[in-house]
């Protein structure tokens, strides 16, 4: 069963454009959202995550929107560029604090930005 | 860039072979993990560690076993590989209290065949 959806699994943008990805979760009580970027032949690398009690975390180009009624969150790159091409996770967790935390992930978002 | 590191990068072996994969850290952290991931797909946990001397299995049954015996090391194992094993293996870590910042290596790229 699959914790975490994660919609589109590809995505083609022109240069310049906005990317969208989107990610909806039912276990109410994940409390830590990441989003992962993966280059070809890389490991995932963290880009930008957000906990549940801000409806919106900015970084550059990178903005995490979060639902919390809605049980979904979204990752927005403005100005979508050339080099921002990759697979696109996004996660979540839960649990107390401390070693018993786990990441549970989507399955991720093929984004390919057009020059 | 984390200091976390794998190899082999690519291995390409028969079937019924003994293979290790090697994760090595440099960064003292605790927590160890080991994801399987076909490509462009979703991360599978199939181990993870706390701390020397400890392991656990992830979500997805895996015919692998691990070992922690330093704290920057956490090696694979498959005792006789199948084509089914096929798959990229990422090996992670993060600091005890902060599960959710994983610095993952760069892969195995294992082939089976």
């Known amino acids: 069963q699959q914790q975490v959806k994660q919609s589109p699994q590809s995505l083609i943008v022109q240069k310049g454009g906005i990317s969208i990805i989107n990610c909806a979760y039912e276990?109410?009580?994940?409390?830590?959202f990441p989003w992962y970027q993966q280059f070809p032949g890389k490991g995932p690398a963290l880009l930008i995550a957000?906990?549940?009690?801000?409806s919106e975390k900015k970084e550059g180009r990178f903005t995490i929107s979060f639902n919390k009624s809605a049980k979904q969150f979204s990752l927005h790159i403005m100005d979508s560029q050339p080099g921002d091409s990759a697979t696109y996770f996004c996660?979540?967790?839960?649990?107390?604090?401390?070693?018993?935390?786990?990441?549970?992930f989507g399955s991720g978002t093929q984004l390919t930005v057009l020059p | 860039e984390a200091d976390i590191y794998q190899t082999p990068r690519y291995l390409v072996i028969g079937t019924g072979k003994k293979i290790t994969l090697e994760c090595s850290q440099t960064?003292?952290?605790?927590?160890m993990y080991w994801y399987q991931q076909d490509p462009g797909m979703e991360l599978h946990l199939i181990h993870y560690?706390?701390?020397?001397?400890?392991?656990e299995k992830g979500d997805l049954s895996s015919e692998s076993t691990v070992s922690r015996i330093r704290t920057e090391h956490f090696p694979l194992t498959l005792e006789s590989a199948r084509p089914s094993h096929t798959s990229q293996y990422l090996c992670?870590?993060?600091?005890?209290?902060?599960?959710?910042?994983?610095?993952f290596g760069p892969g195995t790229r294992l082939l089976v065949l």
């Open positions: 992670a870590s993060s600091e005890i209290g902060q599960a959710e910042t994983q610095y």
């Open positions: 276990n109410t009580a994940f409390d830590y």
């Open positions: 957000i906990r549940p009690d801000v």
């Open positions: 996660a979540a967790s839960e649990g107390p604090s401390g070693s018993a935390r786990q990441l549970t």
């Open positions: 960064m003292g952290h605790d927590k």
């Open positions: 560690s706390y701390g020397v001397n400890s392991t």
